[in-house]
């Protein structure tokens, strides 16, 4: 049974198209959905939660039709949105455990998993005070423990990294890491930032102006390319040069070198960090980092996005 | 900031654990909403500040009937302070007090900060929301429009030397008195949602919930005042008077205190102009809560 599918998905409002004929499958996992803002995230969660009925083509999420059975999925996922969404005059305890009869547990059921679910998020001792006096990073934990608080079987977080700072952000992923892998919930992670995406995620969809761009494990995304990267204090031109003397394949820019080892042997491949470092020490040249080189997200939209579609 | 779990005490991490018990879908969730509302009409659960004016109001409610009920057992039925008609009138300043402290606790801040997303996501679509915050405050309501007049009724009955027979006396006025009861606590808990829906701030809301009753109702003495054929439209400038008519056209019995006496008028209008009183508030928030964005 797949997550989620849906068929040639189209949400248009006057005079904007908000998806467009979107085809997808997922199995469950960490699912990223990367696009920019407006391309379309935000209209797909709420099409799978059966709050927006789509223009044309349909989706089940948990193989449940969301056209007819929204009320039965909103049951079994759980939803943190993208806003500030918590009333400042009442405790984390007390919202939570709210929504989780909301969700339908009963009294009993809900105080447990409050208490079980703000540990879970790193909310304490503060849980008893009214959630307008906590930071951004305490408000976007209650969030996240209000979707997981009735034990949801799919999750949908939107930009849950949203105005915190990094080590917030740090926390907030490892979370996410957490529950897609500890809990066992499945998670789709909706987010304009494709490096955190990438921290988590084990399957990306990209979508751009409503259409799907790529739909993929995470390795094929971001595979190595075969390139290394080498940084440098100095201008790159003489190391370049040392090192095409040993037969690599080099082009420098500024103070960066990009070394193509796709066609080296296995022996050049294995001696092109001591070549560096000989070199570098051999020209008295600083060096700053080595790298290898990696698909970055952003080409994938380079590539496949917005120029294709006017071609 | 946060704690750590060393210094507040031993905590054991049980590792996640999943829920396999039982969901209750969309009744239980309209059951929880209600019931929170419930709580926070009467401000339990929030400091002792929230409870003074709910409160304050049921007391002041039932004042009228202890005493009544007092000087019945006391002295005997010589004098009859309040009848159950004329009761929810007497007391009816405190309605428009209770809800413009109380209706604004319900519905604005879920609006103003957006949490309205948050159920919307959950088994209940947005108009159950609506329904359970309405079938919340009309049962706070209750304990001002019936509870007291239950307290008459009961305190009669008991006072009386032949319990059996009383009962059997006084068991004629019990549909009157829930009808009435009920009647006043549903359209006004609609008005109130209604006009506490569209102001951004709770403060404002209450003052909007004052605003309507007060302004109406210093409307309505004027006209009565000026008297002749503007009489006539007195009792539409109050909800409180135009449900007193409604009252008196399904349940009789005149007060003589209620501009409805001096009007005039058919009492089935009063009927007509509740059932416009409850459309229109019905209305508003159908329209409110259908342009919040999910």
Known sequence: ?311 | MTASPEQTGTIYDIGYRSYDGPRMGRRGAIGAIVAAGLRASFGLGRSGRSKIIPWGAVILGLLPAGVAVAIRVLVGDIVDLYSYENYVWGIGGLLPIFIAAQAPELVVNDLRHRVLPLYFSRPIGRFDYVAAKLIALSLALLSITLVPVLVLFLGRVLAADDLVGAFGDELGALPAIFGSGILHAVVLASLGLAICSLPARRAYAAGAVLAVFLIGGVIGGTLEEVGGGLQAYAPFTNPLSILDGTRQWLFGGGVAESPVTGADVPLEVYGLASALLLAVSLAVLAIRYRRVTT
């Open chain 1, 1 to 311: 049974m797949p997550l989620i599918s849906t068929r040639a998905l189209t949400k248009r409002y006057p005079g904007v198209t908000a998806l467009d004929g979107l085809s997808l499958e997922l199995e469950p996992g960490i699912i990223g959905l990367v696009g920019a803002n407006g391309a379309g995230k935000s209209t797909l969660i709420k099409i799978l939660l059966g709050l927006l009925p789509p223009t044309e083509g349909d989706a089940s999420v948990l193989d449940l039709d969301t056209a007819t059975q929204g009320a039965r999925i909103r049951e079994l996922v759980g939803y943190m949105p993208e806003h500030d969404s918590l009333p400042p005059d009442v405790s984390a305890t007390e919202f939570v455990s709210h929504m989780a009869r909301v969700s339908g547990l009963p009294a009993g059921a809900a105080r447990e998993r409050t208490a079980d679910v703000l540990r879970h998020v790193g909310l304490y001792e503060e849980r008893y005070r009214p959630i307008g006096g906590y930071s951004t990073g305490m408000k976007q934990r209650v969030k996240l423990a209000q979707a997981l608080v009735h034990d949801p079987r799919l999750l949908f977080l939107d930009e849950p990294t949203n105005g915190l700072d990094p080590a917030g952000r740090d926390e907030m992923l490892a979370l996410i890491e957490r529950i897609g892998r500890e809990f066992g919930i499945a998670v789709i992670v909706a987010s304009h930032l494709l490096g955190e995406i990438e921290r988590v995620a084990t399957w990306l969809v990209a979508i751009d102006a409503g259409r799907l761009l790529q739909t993929a494990p995470l390795e094929s995304f971001t595979g190595q390319t075969g390139q290394l990267l080498i940084e440098i204090e100095e201008p790159a031109e003489d190391l370049a040069q040392r090192l095409a003397i040993r037969g690599y394949d080099v082009r420098a820019v500024g103070r960066t070198l990009l070394v193509d080892l796709t066609a080296a042997d296995a022996d050049a491949r294995a001696g092109i960090y001591d070549a560096v470092r000989d070199e570098a020490v051999d020209a008295d040249l600083a060096l700053v980092r080595i790298e290898a080189g990696r698909h970055q997200l952003e080409d994938l939209f380079r590539d496949g996005g917005a120029d294709d579609r006017v071609a």
